[in-house]
């Protein structure tokens, strides 16, 4: 299972809106593929000490597992303040290592004002690519998104929707290829699970 998140917890957001038309244009190209939605995750106080590391807050024991066991993930990141929001990277510093992200597919959408939140999505390409992921290479920038939404919360401009298009079909062979040479995420963690078995 793919899963899209929705990378911020801003209520009314736009990037909410996006993640949910990626995931029809997912079903239209044959997968079921689940949304994790920042605002439904359990982003504990910063001061209440979450904890990190081994201490997964037991809030977002549910969604890590989901992050852990996914064939691929598609992140739908806005720009808040050059970057990406607080609420995302917190919800990334909690998954765990290595299984959350080394050998893990990755696509990137990201949606802002002038720059089509080039910035997060390339901060994105850092953190995930420090830590091992295998991001696919075609992103999408949503420029001046307010103006990319209509009324039924669709993108309708056609060169867009030709570029989602691609990634869409482009990650579902990325994913697929990966998994069937055995050097995804979870065909790694499933052999190393085997080999401590047979120990
Ligand atoms: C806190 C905050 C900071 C923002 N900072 C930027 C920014 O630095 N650059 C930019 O292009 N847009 C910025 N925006 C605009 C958002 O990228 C844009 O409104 C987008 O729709 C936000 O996604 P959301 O609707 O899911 O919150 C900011 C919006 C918010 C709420």
């Known amino acids: 299972m793919k899963y899209i998140i929705s990378g911020t917890n801003r209520p009314g957001s736009r990037t909410l809106q996006v993640a949910r038309f990626v995931q029809k244009l997912y079903a239209k190209h044959g997968e079921t593929v689940e949304l994790i939605d920042l605002a439904e995750v359990g982003l504990e106080s910063l001061a209440a000490a979450a904890g990190y590391g081994d201490q997964i807050p037991p809030k977002m024991r549910t969604e890590i597992a989901k992050i852990n066991a996914a064939d691929g993930l598609i992140v739908v990141c806005p720009e808040y303040n050059g970057s990406m929001p607080g609420a995302l990277k917190y919800f990334i510093d909690h998954w765990t290592y290595p299984d959350s992200y080394e050998f893990r597919p990755i696509a990137l959408i990201g949606l ?44 309708t401009d056609p060169r867009l929707l030709a570029l989602l298009d691609s990634q869409v079909k482009g ?22 699970n085997d080999a401590a078995k047979t120990v």
């Open 112 to 155: 802002g004002g002038r720059f089509g939140a080039l910035r997060p999505v390339e901060h994105l390409q850092g953190v995930f690519g420090y830590r091992n992921a295998f991001i696919y290479p075609e992103r999408i920038f949503l420029t001046d998104v307010h103006k990319l939404l209509d009324a039924e919360a669709n993108l």
């Open 171 to 192: 990650f579902q062979a990325f994913t697929r290829a990966l998994s069937s040479a055995g050097i995804d995420a979870n065909s790694r963690i499933k052999a190393r």
